[in-house]
């Protein structure tokens, strides 16, 4: 199944498409806030017009006129050579030019969803290309992905294949782009568009998101903002390396591609065969970045998030509490403490299995999925025994794509690793980790098994936490031909598509993290399968405000894994009271990543406290509309943001100092997405302060509030021995009865 079938098993609200006569050209594709026009006249380039807010049919109509005749759709290379192209390809001849004309338009609806398909062909070649549009309009949200089909009886070479294209018209156009590195990802910035090649890749074949982002925001009236501007949001939605591109050439205006990374992976196209590239996902806002987001959550939690209406438990990981010294005892004693605290779940992170090479470390067991009795005398059975005891869920860690060079797997079926022919591997963490051959087959089965033998042996495992610490370092397949060593990377992604496919198909229900090094799989293209994604190993509370405000941009708050973690923290030794790093963790999904045996019994009795008002808030984070209110990238010393349900008669408002400073004047923060006519009380959650806040407990409309906003103290009210230079305040927002 590729990418583009994923998106086919979710259904869509029915979007407004019309198509004209082909003689009257304009095509007009709606969401409901949004438009895109293309020239679609037979025997010409398929040309586009028009993408903004939503346009009557009256408009659209004289578009040609308002705003010239457009941009190629879809440009393809060869005729004319100097501009940036979306697709390229030699033909059996040698002849590297393509002339794709509109052949016809097409529509039909799929499972509530309407496809308009634009049907190009080649004037001479046996070449078909389908440029599609799938709308979802109450979320806003649209897709495009092209077929490219080879009709003649010899292989072509495929050397460009973008998803999509759209031309920007130039001005003041800013972009917003995320890169960094494991512990510090999804960094934020943006500046504006100059002239030449702006070029964001990914080359890692496995970690997609670790360095680079492929999600990006296109403003157009400037520095971006909340609520003002008119801007683009775009999501490529694949697995695997990737290519955004945009090219501001000498006329002032932009053009933007995304799609597969091509290099070192062109593309042999077999008779009769077609390639489908990965969906390019676009949402339009007039009002700002903060539209963009509510619109990719929603579409997010409805089509492209495994179980995106299931409330996400509350659990306890195993990792930083004991990392690979897992044993019987401290898994009891951690399943007691988290069921105590009121937690749902305990997750038995890396450490549990290997018996000829046992997992005591990061070099050693990958692959050989048998627990380790040593640690484990009654097995994974007598953990699960132990959870129901405490009345919570089990679940557990496995990393399936990866073997070491100390397994049993490894030394049985050394063929089955990524490695180029004549060379030695290049290996990874622990200098022994190898990544295995997804184009296989064989190693497809073997990767499915893993999960199917645990859940079939296990049925009661209620979570899986699915690693993948490694990048394809070195380019080879021992699988594939000699000739198609250029698939690698795109056969590892298909491979790794069928196999969660077919997990799935069998364990519909099962919990799934999407966790590699941390945020390395924060994608749409790996989310259809994954309940939830790690954001990073960085569980820091200071820096995953910053973390998880840049993720929140694209991705939802329901999927966002936020834990509580111990201080001194484990990453950056900063020391931060538990009140902080409990409202950070709260404003996600809520977790823990701590050995509670190390916590005091004070910070014990609080985490059980805001345990039970997550509980409480809980449908209103994970379900709720986000207002991202005070950036920490506007260095204002303050951070703060709230969460909104569809009634607007709940919201939650977090609030975060950044710095400390003597006499520092902090701004006051207006809220945001309210009902200005409603009535809301307003109560604190985990106060820890000796006297409520002045506005505990009274009630201030909806206007007022995101008008004014609440004067928050700058410290917390405490004896002078427990004061800190953290504040934070999480406020609960409900309308008067």
Not at 166 to 182: E, K, Q, S
Not at 401 to 425: C, D, F, G, Q, W
Not at 505 to 513: G, M, N, W
Not at 710 to 723: G, T, V
Request: hydrophobic letters at 35%.
């Amino acid at each position: 199944m590729n990418c583009r079938s994923i998106t086919l098993l979710f259904a869509a609200i029915v979007s407004i498409i019309t198509v004209t006569d082909l003689a009257a050209r304009n095509v007009k594709i709606d969401t409901g806030n949004s438009s895109i026009i293309l020239d679609a006249e037979k025997g010409k380039k398929l040309r586009h017009l028009y993408y903004g807010s939503k346009i009557s049919q009256a408009d659209a109509a004289n578009i040609p006129q308002a705003l010239g005749k457009g941009n190629v759709a879809y440009p393809d290379y060869g005729m004319i050579t100097l501009s940036e192209t979306a697709i390229a390809m030699t033909q059996p001849d040698g002849n590297m030019t393509l002339d794709l004309v509109v052949d016809n338009v097409s529509t039909r609806k799929d499972n509530g969803s309407d496809i308009t398909s634009f049907i190009l062909k080649d004037t001479y070649y046996p070449i078909v290309v389908n440029v599609n549009y799938r709308t979802w309009p109450e979320e806003n949200v649209m897709e495009t992905w092209v077929e490219i089909t080879n009709n003649g009886k010899k292989n072509v070479t495929l050397t460009k294949f973008a998803s999509g294209h759209l031309p920007i018209r130039g001005g003041d156009v800013w972009l917003t782009h995320f890169y960094g590195n494991a512990k510090n990802e999804a960094r934020m910035e943006s500046s504006p568009l100059e002239h030449g090649l702006k070029v964001i890749k990914n080359r890692s074949g496995v970690r997609n998101s670790r360095y680079t982002h492929s999600e990006v925001l296109l403003s157009m009236d400037g520095k971006p903002a909340e609520d003002v501007g008119r801007v683009i949001g775009a999501a490529l939605e694949y697995n695997g390396n990737y290519l955004v591109k945009i090219d501001t050439d000498q006329s002032n205006n932009h053009y933007f591609f995304s799609g597969i990374n091509e290099e070192n992976s062109q593309y042999k196209l077999a008779p009769g065969e077609t390639f489908a590239t990965p969906p390019l996902a676009l949402a339009w806002s007039s009002n700002g970045t903060g539209e963009i987001s509510r619109s990719f959550h929603k579409w997010a939690r409805k089509y492209k998030l495994a179980n995106g209406d299931r409330e996400r438990k509350i659990l306890l990981n195993s990792w930083e509490g004991v990392y690979f010294k897992v044993n019987e005892k401290e898994m009891a004693n951690m399943m007691k403490s988290i069921s105590d605290m009121g937690g749902e779940l305990f997750v038995m992170d890396d450490g549990w299995f290997g018996v000829k090479h046992p997992r005591n470390n990061g070099s050693a067991g990958l692959g050989d999925w048998t627990v380790d009795t040593r640690k484990l005398p009654n097995g994974i059975d007598g953990l699960i025994k132990e959870a129901k005891k405490n009345g919570i869920s089990f679940g557990i860690w496995i990393e399936p794509e990866m073997t070491n060079t100390k397994s049993e797997l490894y030394e049985k079926h050394p063929e089955y690793v990524i490695k180029a022919p004549n060379r030695e591997p290049i290996t990874g963490r622990g200098k022994t980790q190898l990544v295995l051959d997804l184009a296989n087959p064989k190693v497809q089965d073997i990767v499915y098994n893993v999960v199917d033998t645990l859940l079939t042996k296990y049925p009661e495992i209620d979570y899986i936490k699915w690693d993948a610490n490694m990048d394809i370092l070195n380019h080879g397949s021992q699988y594939l031909t000699n000739d198609n060593q250029s698939h690698l990377y795109i056969e590892y992604e298909k491979g790794l598509r069928k196999v969660l496919d077919r997990i799935r198909s069998k364990y519909p229900d099962v919990t799934i993290q999407a966790c590699s090094a941390g945020g390395g799989r924060v994608n749409y293209g790996f989310l259809p399968w994954f309940d939830e994604y790690w954001v990073s190993d960085n569980t820091d509370a200071l820096q995953r405000i910053y973390l998880q405000w840049g993720i929140s941009q694209f991705f939802p708050a329901i999927g966002m894994a936020s834990h509580i973690s111990a201080s001194p923290n484990h990453q950056t030794h900063r020391i931060i009271p538990i009140k902080y790093r409990t409202d950070v963790a709260m404003s996600g999904r809520l977790g823990m990543e701590i050995q509670p045996d190390n916590m005091t019994a004070r910070e014990k009795e609080q985490t059980k406290k805001a345990i039970a008002e997550y509980k409480t808030i809980r449908p209103i984070v994970q379900f709720g509309d986000l207002y991202r209110l005070l950036s920490p990238y506007d260095d204002k010393g303050v951070a703060s943001l709230m969460y909104v349900n569809d009634n607007k008669d709940k919201a939650v408002f977090y609030w975060w100092k950044l710095r400390t400073f003597a006499n520092d004047l902090l701004p006051l923060v207006p809220m945001d997405g309210l009902d200005p006519e409603k009535i809301y009380t307003i109560r604190e959650l985990n106060r820890i302060d000796r006297k409520p806040l002045p506005f505990e407990g009274k009630s201030f409309s909806g206007r007022f509030l995101m008008e004014n906003g609440l004067e928050i103290p700058y410290n917390h009210d405490l004896p002078k021995e427990e004061q800190t230079d953290w504040s934070s305040r999480v406020l609960y927002l409900e309308t008067t009865p």
